[in-house]
C-alpha cells in the first residue's frame, strides 16, 4: 500500500514511506513537521497552503505527497536564509502585511513566484498575482504595499 | 549598580511596526492544528445531512470496526454534559437545550450527531462514512419570513410560531409626529446573512492529566476565559481544573466570540479516552456549523418635516435567530436598535424585533455585529429620503447631525453619545472626494448614457463593548504589569487579540508610560492558567478597555516607583519621567532598572510598601466610545453585464486617538473588504429544504485581492473623555461604514431609471435585472 519517497524540503532530503492518499500539505506539517503552509480550505482555493515545487507556487492541498517524490519543495521556513529575512518578509513586517498571519505564508509565497516572474509589477499585477490567495483580515491593501516595496527592495 | 538607558522619545501615535510579525511572517507561530502531542487522537464529527431530521437509530459497530479507530461517541453519550450555553437574556426569551450532539432530532444541516475518535485523521473521516444513521426528514424551514406564515413547519415542536422573542423600545411622541409630518418614506431593507470565514477554521486540542484531574483546551477562541468559565460548567469539572489556551488564533470576527459544542465534546472525549484529541473543523464544517451572521429583514419608515429636518424613526426587524441561541444570538438586533437613530438627532423611536428560529446554523456576532444592520438601514433611509425631498444627500446629513457642542448626547435609545464632531470627517471625505467635481462629472456621464453613482454614508457605531451592566458577562477588562528584577516589563492582558496587534499597541503605551525601550516589554495573553481572568477581544474594546486597563496598573506601578525612587534618593520630591526617578533638589536620578532590582531584592523598603513591581488592575468602563466617520463610493455600472465597479473609495474616519496609525489604516482595509463583501459579493443561500448552498469557497464568495478596491483613509482624531488615553476602537468601523456607501453609490448610479433600494448583495445579475426592468 505504503509508497516510499524522496524530495528535498528546503534544502534537504527527506525519505518516508506514505499512503498515497496522503496530501502533500499533511506531509508537509505532519510528517516533516513544517507548520509554516495552513491549511484554509483543503480545496485549492485559498492558498493558505502556497509552497513551491520545483520553484513553482502550488497549492499543497492540491498535490499527493507521493508526486512530489524528487522535487525540489520550499515551504515559508525555507524562505530566509542564513537567519537573514527574505526581502518579502521584510516588506511584510515593515508594511503591516499580516494581521491574523494565517494566510501569510502563502500569500508570501505566492508574492515570490509573482516576483520572480515580474520583478517590477504595478498594483493591477500585484492583485493579479495574488488573487488565488485569500486574506479575510487585510483587505489587501498592506500587501500589495509590502510587494511593492520588497520589489522597490530586491531590483535596488 | 549599572543604569540602563531608557528611551526619551514618544511611541503614541507613531507608525511602527508589529512585535507580534516575526513569528508570522516565518511560519513559526503556533495556531491549534500546529499543535502535536504524544499519542494525541484525531476526532471527526458525523453531521445532519438534513435541516430537520428525526433520528431513528445509530448503528456505530462498522465505524468502531476499522482499525485505528478508538471510540464513536453519540448523544446518547453525551446526554450529562451541560448544554451549550446563551448568555444573553431578554424577557420571554425562548432557549431550546442545545446538546453537544444531537438527541432523537437534528435541527440544521451541520448538527453534530456523532464523533469518531482515531490514530489519525485520515481514519477517523473513514470512519465516520461508516457510521449509519437511519433518518426520517422532516418538514423544514429557512426563510425567517417564511417561518412566521401560519402553518409553517415548527424548528421546535413546542414552539409552532417559530418565535423566538419580541423586543420593544419606544422613545418621544413616535405617532404624533409621524401624524404631524410633512414627508414619510418607508423601505423593506434586509441585511443579509453572511458566513464569517476566518481563514483558520475553529480548532480543539483537549488533553487531560488523569493524575491531576486537570483538562487543557486549546481552542481558537476570542474568549477563553469565558469559554473556560462555561464549558468547566458544561463538563461539570471545578473551573480551576481547566486551563484555556488560545494560540496563535487566525481571526475571528465575532464567530469564534462564542462556546460551541465541540469545545465541551473534545474535553468530554479527552477525558473517556485518557489520551489528548484535536479537531480540526473543515471548510465545509466551518461554512454549515459556525455561527453565521446578520439575516435581518427591516421595515424602515422615517418622517421629516420640508426642510429636511428627521423627526421620527420606526422599525420592524425580523432577525433570523436559526436553532439555537448561541453565546449572544438574541443580543445582537439589540444592539442594532440601540444605533438605531445613527448620528442624527432624532429623539422619536420606535423598535419592534420578532427572533425568529429557522432550520439554519445559528446567527451571532459578525464583525459590528447589529451596528451595521443599523447603519445600512440608517443610511439607506436617509439617502432615500433625500431622494424624495430631491435634496442632496451631503446637505441632508450635515442639517441632521448632533452637532459638538451637544455631547455628551443622550439618544432616544438610552445611549449617551460621548464625543463627536460630525461634519468633520463628512467635510474632509468631501473634500478628499472632490465631490462638487465628481457631480459635475457625474452630469455628464448621464448625459453620455453611463451609469455613474456616488454615494456616501456617516456611520456612527458603539465601541470598547462595554460597560458590565450593558454585556452579558461583565465589560470591564484586566491587565496585570510586572517589572522583572531587571527591569523588563512583562503585561498580562486580559484581552485575547487574533491579529489586531495589541501585543505592539499595548507595549507602545506601556513603553511611553514606563521610559523604557518597546523592546523591553512584552505582552502575554490568551493563557488562563497564566493570565488573570478577563474578558476577551470582541466588540472593539481590546485597546480602549484593555489598553486602559494597563494604563492604570501602571499608574499603581508608577507610583510605587516613586516610593521606591524618594528612598532610594533620600529626597521626598522626586518625579518620575524618562524611565528615571529624578530628585527635585539634588537632581540626582536612578533609574526604573535599579529600582526594579531594589523593589525585588528588598534590603531596604519604603514605608507600608511591599517588595517586588506588580500591579494588577481591573478597570470597569464608565460608558462605551462611539467612533464615527464618513465613506464616499464612486462607482460605474456597466449595462451590458451589471457588473459593479468601484471607482473610488474614501474612507475617513474618527476612532478618537491614534496610538499606531499603521494599525489603524489596516482595520480599516479589512473591515471594509468585509462591508464590501457584504454590498457585493457574499451572501449565505439556504434553499427551501434547509441545505446551504454556498458551503465552500468556490460558491461563498470571500472578495479576492482583485476585487477589493483601493482605499483613500484618513482620519479626524475627536478624542473620547471615557477613558485617559482618549482612544474609541476601530476594529468593526471600515465594515460600518462601507456597506451603505456602496449601496448609496449603486442606487445613485442607477437612478435615472427609477432604482430607489437594492438589497445586497448586489450581484451582476441583480443589477443587469433592474438594469433592464428599470424597476426595484
Ligand atoms: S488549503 Fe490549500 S488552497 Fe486552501
Ligand atoms: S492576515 Fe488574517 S487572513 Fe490574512
Known sequence: MKRSITLQINGKTHTGEVEPRLLLIHYLREVAGLTGPHIGCETSLCGACTVTVDGKAVKSCAMFAVQADGRDVVTIEGLASNGDLHPLQTAFWEEHGAQCGYCTPGMIMASKQLLDRNPHPDEDEIRHGIKGNLCRCTGYQHIVNAVKSAAAKMGA | MASTVTKTETLFGKRMKRKEDPRLITGTATYVDDIQMPGMHHAVILRSPYAAARIRSIDTKRALELPGVAAVFTGADVKDVGPVPCGASLPGLRVPHHHVLAQDRTYFVGHPVAVVVAADRYIARDAVDRIEVDWEPLDAVADPEKALEAGAPAVHPQWPDNKAFDYHQEHGEVDKVFAEADVVVKQRITSQRLIPCAMETRGVVAEWRSGEKALTIYTSTQIPHLMRSLVAGMLGIPENKLRAVAPEVGGGFGSKLNVYAEEALMGFVAMKIGKPVKWIESRRENMLATTHGRGHVDYYEIAAKKDGTIVGIKLKLIQDVGSYHQLLTPAIPTLSVLMMPGVYRCQNIRADIVGVFTNCVPTDAYRGAGRPEAMHGIERMVDILAAEMKMDPAELRLKNFIQPEEFPYATATGLTYDSGDYDKPLKKALEIAGYAKLREEQRAARSAGRLMGIGLSTYGEIC?????????????????????????????????????????????????ELGVDIEDVIVLHGDTAIVQYGIGTFGSRGTAIGGTAMYFAIQELKAKIKRFGAMMLGCDEVRFEDGRCVCGKTGKSVTIQEIAAASYRAMKLPPNTEPGMVATYFWEPPNFTFPFGAHIVVTEVDKETGDIAVKRYVAVDDCGKIINPLIVAGQIHGGVAQGLGQALYEEAVYDDSGQLMTGEFMDYCVPKSTMVPWIEDSNTETPTPVNPLGIKGVGEAGTIGCSPAVVNSVVDALSPLGVRHIDMPMTPEKIWKLVRGGAA
Open chain 2, 464 to 512: 470598547a463593548i462595554g460597560p458590565s451592566p450593558a454585556t452579558p458577562a461583565g465589560g470591564w477588562e484586566s491587565a496585570t504589569v510586572r517589572i522583572e528584577p531587571s527591569g523588563k516589563v512583562t503585561v498580562h492582558t486580559g484581552c485575547s487579540p487574533h491579529g489586531q496587534g495589541e501585543e505592539t499597541t499595548f507595549a507602545q503605551i506601556a513603553a511611553d
